[in-house]
Every structure is written in C-alpha cells, then in structure tokens.
C-alpha cells in the first residue's frame, strides 16, 4: 500500500502563489508519473500536471500552462505544484496521483488538499 499525502493548500488572493506538496511513501517511483489533478465544486475531475519521474518531462493542461510549475525531489519522494498568478477558476480540492507509465491508469490518490482563490 503507497500513501500520498499532500499538503500547502490554502486561501490566496486573485495573482498570488501557493506551492502543493506530495509526499508518498515509497521511494519506487521509476515505473510512475506523478500528478496532480483538481476538482471543482459541482464539475468533474481535471488533469492539472504530471512530471515523468526519470525523465523529469512535464505536462499541463493549457488551462495553467505559463501559471504552474510541477517538479520533483527524487530523494524525498516528493513532487511539488507551484501555483502563481492565481485565479478564482483555479479554486478546487487538489490531489495527488501516481500513474502507472505503460498503462496510463492511476493507482494511488492522495486525500486532497483544498486551494481557494479570492477574488
């Protein structure tokens, strides 16, 4: 059993910063991509951001590219979401993924951490 627990959600104003935080509890991450995706109030589950764990290759969805920044700390199992330019549309849960890279599918969530954007 993996764990992946997030952390740094918060409330921030409309164009400030906020950096997420995932730890997981396993350092055999190679085979994986580590993410993030969002939940909005009332609308479903978005892909944000994924880093490959060897490769350090990231993608975003356009919604935050130029915004959101996502890396990882191969020796602390940890990736990190920086979030700047904030806007209200950007308000959700956030959680932790990891995904498997052959087969694409997800099979750890973190708890999710909220991140509310004031306007």
């Known amino acids: 059993q993996v764990r992946l627990v997030e952390s740094g959600g918060g409330v921030v104003q409309a164009g400030g910063s906020l950096r997420l935080s995932c730890t997981a509890s396993?350092?055999?991450?190679?085979?994986?991509?580590m993410g993030w995706f969002r939940q909005a109030p009332g609308k479903e589950r978005e892909r944000v951001a994924a880093?490959?764990?060897?490769?350090?290759?990231?993608d975003y969805a356009d919604s935050v590219k130029g915004r959101f920044t996502i890396s990882r700390d191969i020796i602390k199992s940890t990736v990190h979401l920086q979030m700047n330019s904030q806007k209200p549309e950007d308000t959700a849960v956030y959680y932790c993924?990891?995904?498997?890279?052959?087969?694409?599918?997800?099979?750890?969530w973190g708890q999710g951490t909220p991140v509310t954007v004031s306007s």
């Open positions: 993924t990891r995904q498997k890279e052959r087969s694409g599918s997800h099979d750890y």
């Open positions: 396993t350092r055999a991450l190679s085979a994986y991509n």
């Open positions: 880093v490959n764990w060897i490769s350090s290759n990231t």
